[in-house]
T-cell receptor, first 111, second 113 residues
Framework: RKEVEQDPGPFNVPEGATVAFNCTYS??????FFWYRQDCRKEPKLLMS???SGNEDGRFTAQLNRASQYISLLIRDSKLSDSATYLC????????????FGRGTSLIVHP | SQTIHQWPATLVQPVGSPLSLECTVE??????LYWYRQAAGRGLQLLFY??????ISSEVPQNLSASRPQDRQFILSSKKLLLSDSGFYLC????????????FGPGTRLTVT
């Protein structure tokens, strides 16, 4: 089983739709979780950290389910500019300096 | 605020030539530094990371090496490039205060011909 797994997609949705991505991780001792966004041929950019109680930033909501070992990202009212690849990132326990990146989920928002 | 610089932005090099990519960070002290490679259509592969000057850890065996001569400078090198070294090279930094969020530089797109 891969350490961090994501559905590669693409998720093809119309503007205004709500879309959700899941990401599963294998290390139950993982401590930190993040979502990044990567545009084509650009560097990944931090979208949001994921907190145990879940957190929201505008149209974006992140959730953590430790029991089932997955994190999720919900995007409401999708915009054309949301089209990108969304990377799930998990950091292990014990003060590990090494995050593990998923391969990413591609989102295409069309008019 | 913190910024991270990488250069050059693009590079075309022949097989067998040397490589030197530089990354510098501003606005923070004693960051953790990372080099990643992303092949076309693939995920991020961690190559090296560093927790301090002169401290380098390698994640995968390869013909690349890294050095950290100064606190906020991280260099990726190769003596002889291979075709398989082509890719998008990304430098990243993370603070050591507990958040572990990583911030990436703009990357260098390397094509080995």
């Amino acid at each position: 089983r891969k350490e961090v797994e994501q559905d590669p997609g693409p998720f093809n949705v119309p503007e205004g739709a709500t879309v959700a991505f899941n990401c599963t991780y294998s290390n139950s001792a993982s401590q930190s979780f993040f979502w990044y966004r990567q545009d084509c041929r650009k560097e990944p950019k931090l979208l949001m950290s994921v907190y145990s109680s879940g957190n929201e930033d505008g149209r974006f909501t992140a959730q953590l389910n430790r029991a089932s070992q997955y994190i999720s990202l919900l995007i409401r009212d999708s915009k054309l500019s949301d089209s990108a690849t969304y990377l799930c990132v998990v950091r292990g326990a014990g003060g590990s300096y090494i995050p593990t990146f998923g391969r990413g989920t591609s989102l295409i928002v069309h008019p | 605020s913190q910024t991270i610089h990488q250069w050059p932005a693009t590079l075309v090099q022949p097989v067998g030539s040397p490589l030197s990519l530089e990354c510098t960070v501003e606005g923070t002290s004693n960051p953790n530094l990372y080099w990643y490679r992303q092949a076309a259509g693939r995920g991020l592969q961690l190559l090296f990371y560093s927790v301090g000057i002169g401290q380098i850890s390698s994640e995968v065996p390869q013909n690349l090496s890294a050095s950290r001569p100064q606190d906020r400078q991280f260099i990726l090198s190769s003596k002889k490039l291979l075709l398989s070294d082509s890719g998008f090279y990304l430098c990243a930094w993370a603070g050591t205060g507990g958040s572990y969020e990583q911030y990436f530089g703009p990357g260098t797109r390397l094509t080995v011909t």
